[in-house]
């Protein structure tokens, strides 16, 4: 189960991940993504350090949400990522559409460019 918690930082969305993404998890991300892009969102920050696993036979899921956000320009930042975390991520073929950042402050100022 994940908790996605929505914030935003001028025309950013941040939104907090708390939990593991699992089958269940890895719908509430793709409903919160789309949500954001279905209201005109281009920017986003997954904030991941409350995410404690990634469940790797779920994130495949992730595919067609972060491709018709990346499409029309749009741009997400994975921030706070875990070492296992980002393991599991880097496997995937979308995972060249993200961009990757250590602290909120430096994913604000990649998002800002």
Not at 26 to 34: G, H, L, P, R, T
């Amino acid at each position: 189960m994940i908790k996605v918690n929505s914030r935003k930082h001028n025309d950013i969305v941040i939104l907090d991940l708390f939990g593991t993404i699992d089958l269940e998890g890895i719908e509430a991300v793709k409903e919160a993504i789309s949500r954001e892009r279905q209201s005109g969102c281009k920017k986003m920050i997954l904030g991941m350090k409350g995410v404690d696993s990634i469940v790797s036979s779920v994130i495949q899921r992730l595919q067609s949400t972060i491709t018709a956000f990346w499409i029309p320009g749009g741009r997400i930042v994975l921030v706070d990522l875990s070492v296992g975390n980002r393991r599991v991520l880097e496997k995937q073929a979308f995972f060249k559409m993200l961009i990757v950042a250590d602290t909120e402050e430096e994913a604000l100022e990649a998002l800002a460019k």
